[in-house]
């Protein structure tokens, strides 16, 4: 099976990175491969491929095209920061309304005079 490509758009030092034969295999049997590549260490892209096929018969080839997931990877770091950033004031935000709510019913159980029944209950028992 051929894999040189006609036209390349796409360099990585210098050399048109090229997929495993498997990955062409896959696209002439179903009809397009859609996956994540890692040409190089550090470099990930999503790829798709599809066969083609001339009409009358004489060629037939693969398009192949991808994007980097540099920019993706990304917005999801952001995501999961903006993520973190609100759990932790929810967190903040829930501990001051218990100790709030915990405040006023404390103040509550206070008698008119100023004691605390809570420690009169104590010492009774």
């Not at 990304?74 to 903040?92: H, P, Q, S, T, Y």
């Not at 019913?105 to 004691?115: F, I, L, P, Q």
Request: aromatic share 10%; proline share 3%.
């Amino acid at each position: 099976m051929h894999r040189e490509g006609l036209w390349r758009a796409a360099l990585l030092n210098g050399i048109a990175p090229v997929p495993s034969i498997g990955v062409f295999e896959n696209a002439k049997i179903r009809g397009r491969n859609i996956f994540t590549w890692e040409p190089q260490s550090g470099v990930r892209v999503a790829t798709v491929i599809v066969p083609y096929y001339t009409v009358e018969g004489g060629g037939s080839g693969f398009v192949l095209v991808g994007r980097s997931l540099c920019e993706m990877e990304r917005v999801i770091e952001e995501i999961a920061f903006d993520v973190l950033i609100g759990w932790i004031v929810m967190m903040g935000a829930s501990f001051v309304a218990v100790f709030i709510t915990n405040l006023k019913h404390w103040e509550k159980r206070k008698n008119v005079s100023g004691v605390d029944t809570e420690l009169l209950d104590g010492q009774m028992s």
